[in-house]
């Protein structure tokens, strides 16, 4: 009997990896910081079946390699806004080599974001990053994650206190259902 339900699991993992996940941007939100970072990142509507991300994200000071990026996860599995603390986050990483990160392993996804800090420039003078109609990009997450709601933050400290705080929720669904 175990091995029907394992095979049975396996079969629904394989037509979900085969008929793929969506991913759409849900919301973006500055919480913390307005001293250090300004963002106007707002989620909207493309067209009928497309929801992008537009907005500007400013950084109003210099930052260097004193400021850490760390992040925290959150899965609400019924999408009901009920998130339990998930055991899977972004390595933490001083911001410019955080920076240099998201350019080695995501670059290709990085497309529609104009006047991000290029890859090995530390300190990051103040400047303004735009994204333009960017949707989430589905390729970058691992096909492995359940479906539901995720929140994740995104903290930025300076001598182990909190500088800023972004919270962005994103849902995942499958095609099978």
Request: glycine letters at 6%.
């Amino acid at each position: 009997m175990a091995k029907i339900w394992f095979l049975l699991g396996l079969l629904f993992l394989l037509l979900a990896r085969l008929l793929g996940i969506n991913i759409d941007f849900e919301r973006t939100e500055q919480l913390t910081g307005f001293d250090v970072y300004g963002s106007t990142l707002r989620v909207r509507k493309y067209n009928r079946t497309t929801i992008v991300l537009n907005g500007t994200f400013t950084s109003k000071i210099v930052l260097d390699n004193k400021y850490v990026v760390s992040t925290q996860i959150f899965h609400s599995p019924l999408g009901n806004q009920q998130f339990n603390h998930y055991p899977m986050k972004l390595p933490t990483h001083q911001l410019c080599d955080f920076v240099d990160m998201l350019h080695d392993e995501y670059g290709e996804y990085l497309v529609n974001i104009y006047n991000m800090p290029e890859r090995g420039v530390c300190p990051i003078k103040p400047r303004s990053a735009h994204t333009i109609d960017k949707v989430f990009p589905t390729k970058a997450i691992p096909p492995f994650l359940p479906s539901g709601l995720w929140k994740i933050y995104i903290h930025t400290t300076l001598k182990e206190k909190e500088v800023s705080k972004f919270e962005w929720i994103v849902k995942i669904n499958t095609d099978l259902f």
